[in-house]
């Protein structure tokens, strides 16, 4: 099993800048990909950044370039710093980790998510 939990979400003006953690305990890891997802109120949960066990990443095209993934396998922790933040960046953030099962199988594990605020 694999717990994950995120922290540093709050209230941010536009522009303004947040940096969410996700600690990760149990049986974590550098095998699994790891990555920050985010779902809007009547939205769908969608991707936010994804650092695989590699060392790839890829990012949603509306935060390239204004947030930044990054882990520490030593801590066992997951990094999402997130600049110039617009109104549109409001949502539940959720990190999750996930890595191949056997059979074809995907082992998946979700945090309970940190509120973020993007409003003046």
């Known amino acids: 099993q694999v717990q994950l939990v995120e922290s540093g979400g709050g209230l941010v003006q536009p522009g303004g800048s947040l940096s969410l953690t996700c600690a990760a305990s149990?049986?974590?890891?550098?095998?699994?990909?790891m990555g920050w997802y985010r779902q809007a109120p009547g939205k769908q949960r969608e991707l936010v950044a994804v650092?695989?066990?590699?060392?790839?990443?890829n990012y949603a095209d509306s935060v390239k370039v204004r947030f930044t993934i990054s882990r520490d396998n030593a801590k066992n922790t997951l990094y999402l710093q997130m600049n110039s933040l617009k109104p549109e960046d409001t949502a539940v953030y959720y990190c999750?980790?996930?890595?191949?099962?056997?059979?074809?199988?995907?082992?998946?594990?979700w945090g309970r998510g940190t509120q973020v605020t993007v409003s003046s």
């Open positions: 149990g049986s974590i890891s550098s095998a699994y990909d």
């Open positions: 650092l695989t066990s590699g060392g790839s990443t």
């Open positions: 999750n980790a996930a890595r191949k099962g056997l059979f074809g199988t995907r082992i998946v594990y």
